[in-house]
């Protein structure tokens, strides 16, 4: 994987196709301790809405993996992020 850095980086999904992913924003976690990195391969769902995963990483690592979020717990720390994100960007168009 590519410098998480750069805005943009490439993975290997399921069927061994090379896909690349814009990072949309990292942040470490006071509550969990963890470094999670939020992204998208800009594809949409059925609704339209553009598919946005998640992953935790190692900022220190030289070869950077992504790890599965498994914790409810976190999963709501990620999504409060991103719904403020939302927010800020409903209330910047109004």
């Known amino acids: 994987m590519e410098d998480l850095k750069k805005a943009t980086?490439?993975?290997?999904?399921?069927?061994?196709?090379?896909?690349?992913c814009d990072v949309l924003f990292t942040f470490e976690s006071d509550e969990t301790k963890k470094n999670y990195?939020?992204?998208t391969d800009n594809t949409t769902d059925e609704e339209g809405n553009i598919k946005v995963?998640?992953?935790?990483?190692?900022?220190?690592?030289?070869e950077t993996t992504l790890e599965p979020i498994e914790s409810e717990k976190e999963w709501k720390i990620i999504e409060s992020i991103l719904s403020s994100l939302q927010e800020?960007?409903?209330e910047n168009e109004q």
């Open 9 to 20: 980086f490439k993975v290997i999904n399921d069927e061994g196709k090379e896909i690349e």
């Open 37 to 39: 990195i939020v992204y």
């Open 88 to 90: 800020g960007k409903n």
């Open 53 to 62: 995963f998640a992953s935790i990483y190692d900022p220190n690592s030289e």
